[in-house]
Nanobody
Framework: QVQMVESGGGLVQPGGSRRLSCAAY????????MGWYRQAPGKARELVAV???????NYADSVKGRFTISRDNAKRTWYLQMNSLKPEDTAVYYC?????????????WGQGTQVTVSS
């Protein structure tokens, strides 16, 4: 019984900042890679950022230097800090994690949160 809840989306002006959060609930033994994806209208879902269980991070070229992924293992929560936002960042953002629990494992997704960057 797993639930992934994300929040933090909304309307932000170009150049502004926003922080997305994703929390995983349930009987979870461990969380492997945690990530953020986004999907803009008419485009495929793309990886934005990922952080591994070892703490290594990777970012899409389009967000390097502007976005930062982080995590709080104790809270089973990870974040996407988005700075210097551009209209091109407008998309539905989804959190993702590879979870391991008692007798199960799998790739789980949040419900998505809309980020709109506009004046």
């Amino acid at each position: 019984q797993v639930q992934m809840v994300e929040s933090g989306g909304g309307l932000v002006q170009p150049g502004g900042s926003r922080r997305l959060s994703c929390a995983a609930y349930g009987s979870i033994y461990s969380i492997n890679a945690m990530g953020w994806y986004r999907q803009a209208p008419g485009k495929a879902r793309e990886l934005v950022a990922v952080i591994t269980s070892g703490g290594s991070t990777n970012y899409a070229d389009s967000v390097k230097g502007r976005f930062t992924i982080s995590r709080d293992n104790a809270k089973r929560t990870w974040y996407l800090q988005m700075n210097s936002l551009k209209p091109e960042d407008t998309a539905v953002y989804y959190c993702n994690a590879d979870l391991i629990g008692p007798g199960w494992s799998g790739d789980y997704w949040g419900q998505g949160t809309q980020v709109t960057v506009s004046s």
